[in-house]
């Protein structure tokens, strides 16, 4: 039975072993790094399945390594850090990142992100070559080719904007958009809009799809980063 492999890099031996003892415990191989460089050659070597990412390490910062992996990869990376501030980490999603965890975190957590890391990844790996037509995430459906979205087999009338915007949380399940990321994939470079816009925009998009708006089931909001769907 494949055991999925995990890239551990921190520089922290207490964090460190923690990490290493609870993938023990769920059976996953690992490697570990304790700095960029370490991190960068056991990415090409040992071509894991997700890497865990501490920002502070002692030759290079965190995001500058997302920067660089994701010059020749596309595996999940799973930001695990001390660092809090909204800024930091938006930096490290538009970067490339996938998720960020910050310390002290909780291990059920951290084990919840490394499951939803490596679905969302053998789903990509399983529609390489073939786009599927049809989304389907618990009663929500996109209809690609016909550009029409369903809710419980009811379709639900978009506006473009709204249309735009949960393709683009459907084709990133499972993975944080940054505000930055949406206005530029949504509006274009020009940047026609800002964060209000988008959260009213977002508003109206929960009140069509969601049961529950107010308590929603698909577009999870990161406050101060962005947004994120959620697989149901």
Known sequence: MYKSRILVVEDDPAISNLIRTTL??????????????????????????????????????GVDIIK??????????????ARTEDQDKVDALDAGADDYLTKPFSIEEFLARIRAALRRSQAEKGTVGEESSVYTNGDLKIDYAARCVYVKDVEIHLTPIEYRLLCLLAHNTGK???HNLILKEVWGDTLASDVPSLRVFM???????????????????HIGVGYRMIRQ
């Open 24 to 61: 023990e415990t769920q059976e996953y191989q690992y490697h570990t790094a304790q700095n960029g460089a370490g991190a960068l050659m056991e990415v090409i070597s040992y071509k894991p399945d997700v890497m865990i990412l501490d920002l502070g390490l002692p030759d290079m910062d």
């Open 203 to 221: 508003a109206t998009l929960r009140k069509k799809i969601e049961k529950n708006p107010s308590s929603p089931q698909y577009i999870q909001t």
């Open 176 to 178: 944080v958009l940054t």
């Open 68 to 81: 660089r992996v994701r010059g020749f990869s596309s595996i999940p990376i799973i930001v695990v850090s």
